[in-house]
């Protein structure tokens, strides 16, 4: 496909959508344009907005059609779309002739002649200027999921369960998420003039490889697009990936192999292949994967070879990384990052004798279920008891207190939002959960909480002074000479990259009043691990540590079992990072430059990227 562009961020994808969007409703003020929900296009319509409002963008002959609609749905419902593009876009911008499909419950009948008028009024507008669209990881466009045909049109439909598994977050747990949906079909977003499909975030990668570089098929209904005579994509790098131009560099004819970090690149993405130690890598190996330039670049093919294993090797070493007696900084997004992604490194640190702090960007409140809230205070936790007692008036009974948190949880509608209480007490729970994980680490907890997070939906604020005040504040009372961060960007909206904003945007305040620089270590985050060749520093460590690790990970209880799993992986939190430690280690044997483990004392290993 022609027409993909790739932007660094998904910022800059929004602003060039919204930039072709706001193009044609200048040159054509009566426009019709197919809409979508989701999280990708919320950048957009925030530009839209601003186009609207700073520029006089007019939209008041602009006629739009949604995608989508769960069925059934109230269209108050905040989990309706209907909802989301009202506070999203049309409340703050001069359209009035938007369309969206009926959620309402009705008979299948009257649902099949709505859907029916909708296209109706899509031929009567004129047919769509331009559908915008997002990408869901089962490859549907709209709701249209795996086995929806090219010549499928407006109708009810029913959801894959990766969709809802993915939904289940803003539904607080998928047993809340819509089975069905109504939906244009294939055959009506293929018929709009223009289609811009975008993806954000490296949970995209992979689907994205298949629609726009698999096969053409109804398994993966967004291939259809690549049939389309005027489609285009726009993908931020993560999302991008997996596209084989970014996935094998060396296979682009004016790839430089005068550069070392593509020689090692390509060389360890080889013998992955291939599953070959680098050291029997053969020449015709390298011709058949396409890399023969690769071996003019250096005087041999053996010295390149062994110019990779060098390296490779230089990054196991503790000794060349750890610090010793230093000030570290490990900023967990949640009350649990820290110990999934990099356990045995913070133990290894504090062993070193280096003052470790990990300090914890939000509660976590929103992951703990309602009944462990219930069991514990059952049990008479000290914790919960003791804040209990020191939050109610005087003289209220304990029983009082825990009927009235047991008879909202009962009460409360599907998706209602945590009392402040309730709220309190589950990050409490989480509090004392990290706590325990830390004392044993060698570690000191600091409780961030920051503001954004506390909506009590999913959605959350933006990043704002009160955030970056409580992170500056953090760095100024600990002085870091290492930082420990996230290098996440899996989800434009997602908890882990706010945070990674509010640390940088105090982080510039607290270096540029003086404050000491530091390194930074980027862990990759709890879901996914970096690969072998993108490392810095491989932290390798053996059974009893991994085992020590889990312990850690452990202490996590009401994270076991997670309220959102956020894949259909059904591991547990702590088998996941066991996996893809043994994974790296693995990967490091397989190349020949860790030493093979025996078969009862496997080795691990934890990879960061470090910026000086
Ligand atoms: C939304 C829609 C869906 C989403 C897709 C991606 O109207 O029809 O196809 O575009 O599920 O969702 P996000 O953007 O939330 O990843």
Redesign the pocket.
């Known amino acids: 496909m022609n027409n993909v562009f790739v932007r660094p961020d998904y910022q800059s994808c929004c602003v060039d959508v919204a930039a072709q969007i706001a193009a044609l409703i200048r040159e054509k003020p009566n426009a019709v344009l197919g809409l979508?929900?989701?999280?990708?296009?919320i950048g957009v319509y925030a530009e839209l907005v601003r186009l609207h409002r700073e520029e006089g963008l007019d939209f008041s002959g602009v006629t739009t059609f949604?995608?989508?609609e769960y069925y059934p749905m109230a269209a108050d419902s905040p989990h309706s779309?209907h909802r989301f593009m009202r506070e999203m876009l049309f409340d703050h911008i001069n359209c009035v002739n938007f369309h969206i499909p009926d959620g309402t419950p009705r008979s299948e009948e009257q649902v099949r002649d709505d859907c029916a008028r909708f296209e109706g009024l899509i031929a009567e507008a004129g047919g769509l200027d331009i559908q915008l669209?997002?990408?869901?990881r089962t490859g549907?466009?709209?709701?249209n999921e795996p086995g929806a045909g090219r010549d499928t049109y407006t109708r009810l439909v029913t959801i894959d369960y990766l969709?809802r598994a993915d939904a289940a977050l803003s539904f607080q747990g998928i047993e809340n998420v819509p089975v069905r949906a109504i939906?244009m079909g294939v055959g009506t977003i293929l018929e709009a003039r223009q289609i811009i499909m975008m993806a954000s975030g490296t949970h995209k990668a992979a689907i994205v490889q298949q629609a726009l570089e698999g096969k053409i098929t109804s398994k993966v209904p967004a291939s259809f697009l690549r049939e389309h005579h005027n489609a285009v994509v726009y993908l931020d790098e993560p999302a991008a990936a997996l596209l084989t131009e970014y996935a094998k560099p060396w296979r682009s004819p004016d790839a430089d192999f005068s550069t070392f970090p593509l020689r090692r690149r390509a060389l360890i993405a080889l013998g992955q292949e291939l599953d070959k130690p680098l050291g029997k890598l053969s020449a015709q190996a390298l011709a058949e994967a396409g890399m023969q330039r690769l071996a003019h670049a250096v005087p041999s093919l053996e010295a390149a070879i062994q110019e990779v294993e060098l390296d490779l090797s230089k990054r196991l070493s503790d000794d060349r990384f750890l610090p010793q007696h230093q000030s570290v900084f490990c900023l967990s997004p949640h009350p649990d990052d820290d110990v999934i992604c990099c356990g045995s490194t913070l133990i290894k640190m504090a062993e070193r004798g280096n003052k470790v702090v990990v300090a914890y960007g939000v509660s976590g409140s929103m992951a703990v279920r309602d009944k462990d809230v219930l069991a514990l205070l059952r049990a008479r936790h000290p914790r919960l008891i003791s804040f209990i007692e020191d939050h109610t008036e005087p003289g209220r009974a304990f029983e009082d207190v825990f009927n009235d948190v047991r008879q909202f949880i009962f009460d409360r509608e599907p998706g209602e939002p945590d009392a402040e209480l309730l709220r309190d007490l589950k990050r409490l729970v989480r509090e004392g959960e990290a706590s325990d994980a830390c004392r044993k680490m060698g570690a000191k907890p600091l409780f961030l909480n920051l503001p954004f997070y506390e909506t009590g939906h999913v959605a959350k604020k933006p990043i704002g002074e009160p955030d970056v005040e409580i992170m500056l504040k953090a760095l100024r009372d600990t002085q870091p000479e290492i930082v420990m961060l996230t290098g996440e960007q899996s989800d434009p909206h997602g908890t882990h990259e706010m945070c990674a904003e509010a640390f940088n945007r105090a982080a510039c305040i607290y270096l540029a009043e003086g404050g000491k620089p530091f390194k930074q270590w980027f862990y990759r985050g709890a879901w996914e691990e970096y690969e072998v060749w993108e490392g810095d520093y491989y932290s390798v460590f053996n059974k009893e540590l991994m085992e020590r690790k889990i312990g850690l990970i452990l202490d996590h209880i009401s994270q076991l079992d997670p309220v959102y799993p956020g894949t259909s992986d059904p591991r547990e939190f702590y088998e996941r990072a066991r996996d893809r430690n043994r994974a790296t280690a693995r990967q490091l044997q397989q190349l020949g430059v860790l030493p093979p483990s025996r078969s009862h004392d496997p080795i691990y290993a934890e990879v960061f990227q470090i910026n000086s």
């Not at 979508?36 to 296009?41: F, I, L, N, R």
């Open positions: 979508a929900t989701g999280s990708t296009p949604n995608l989508d779309y669209l997002g990408i869901g549907h466009i709209g709701f969709t939906t």
